[in-house]
């Protein structure tokens, strides 16, 4: 197993690891569900080290993401700006989610999963021009802090962190000193995802926690993305899925004479499936991925599923016939009992609040 630079402190508090995309990383430090509840309510700490950072520079790197993303990196408009993409292949299905940043001039920076990174990466250097170098940082450790006190406690831990992080807008980020800091997340809560030397990443762990930010693991990131409505590469898209499918259409700019890899395919190509929102009516069940739904206008899968700690019932995010429609009854086959629940759009929660 990989292990981030934080492992050492995993072992100080005892917590609960397990494997996850190759990597040994906390399950939970104790309780998963105060650490839900932290980040809907105050402020929580998650490790993202796991994930990688890939640098893309010279002349040719901006016309070489605009052939590569589906997403166009041309919408960002100065450095700092960030932009949520899909990497397609040429069928359209989707290689990875993830996120580009303009840090300055001709260069570029790609922050891709974990369980995809290697993929990602040779799918870069297939198709990269002579005049753009890909460089992997395996240097740099990520943060996440995320929750509705998160800022204040990021400014009062790291110095020098409000004068820059104070006036980002979401999807937007900058450099203090070493750390470059993006009001990024995958929680639905506000806060910041930070990039910093790996030498650094225990120091900045210890000073967030004695700010009063809770370590959180995976598990709370699972429920927390899915109350947010926030898609999981490998569950509810993969290389069978284009963005339209999964929810993900607004993350295609299809729109000018810009080729990028996948785009005539997903012109050609109608969507067969719609993702949607199920809420469980029945409270005694749970919803998990691979379960069959049943519609009106046919059979659909739940792609993830779980309890909400928020909603304190079960929660899903499914593939279903196009004509499926928010308010729909539907029954969700669990453990071989047809359970009753109604599709809503998603996000179930966000910013703390109850959307649906």
């Not at 650094?200 to 947010?228: M, S």
């Not at 926030?230 to 339209?244: A, F, I, K, R």
Request: with cysteine; aromatic share 6%.
């Amino acid at each position: 197993m990989l292990e981030t630079p934080l492992i050492s402190e995993y072992r100080a508090i005892a917590a609960r690891l397990i494997p996850f995309a190759g990597w040994s990383l906390p399950l939970h430090f104790g309780s998963q569900i105060d650490e839900h509840h932290a980040v809907r309510r105050d402020a929580g700490l998650f490790d993202i080290s796991h994930m990688l950072a890939i640098d893309v520079q010279g002349p040719d790197a901006r016309d070489f993401l605009r052939h590569i993303l589906a997403n166009d990196i041309a919408r960002l408009t100065r450095p700092g700006h960030a932009l949520y993409s899909c990497l397609l292949n040429p069928q359209g299905g989707i290689l990875d989610d993830l996120i580009a940043y303009w840090i300055e001039a001709d260069h570029y920076r790609l922050v891709v999963n974990a369980a995809t990174a290697a993929s990602d990466v040779a799918w870069l250097h297939q198709n990269c021009p002579a005049n753009a170098l890909i460089q992997e940082r395996r240097d740099l450790a990520m943060l996440a802090v995320q929750g509705p006190h998160a800022r204040n406690k990021c400014w009062s831990a790291l110095p020098g962190l409000r004068e820059v992080g104070a006036p980002l807008a979401p999807f937007h980020a900058a450099r203090a000193g070493d750390i470059y800091v993006s009001r990024t997340g995958y929680t639905g809560e506000d806060g910041f995802e930070l990039m910093l030397p790996a030498g650094q990443a225990v120091d900045a762990w210890k000073r967030l926690r004695a700010a009063g930010v809770r370590p959180c693991g995976l598990g709370a990131r699972d429920t927390l993305r899915l109350e947010a409505g926030l898609n999981l590469y490998g569950q509810d898209m993969d290389e069978t899925v284009s963005p339209p499918e999964c929810g993900l259409a607004w993350t295609v700019s299809a729109g000018s004479e810009r080729d990028f890899i996948g785009k005539s395919a997903l012109l050609a190509r109608a969507p067969v499936s719609i993702l949607l929102g199920i809420v469980l009516d029945d409270r005694a069940g749970v919803m998990r991925a691979h379960q069959k739904v049943e519609t009106r206008q046919g059979t659909g899968v739940v792609t993830s599923g779980t309890f909400s700690p928020t909603l304190q019932t079960s929660i899903a995010l499914a593939r279903l016939p196009l004509a499926t429609r928010p308010g729909d009854a539907v029954q969700i086959l669990v453990r071989d009992k047809r359970v009753a629940a109604r599709v809503v759009k998603p996000p179930f929660v966000r910013n703390g609040r109850i959307l649906i």
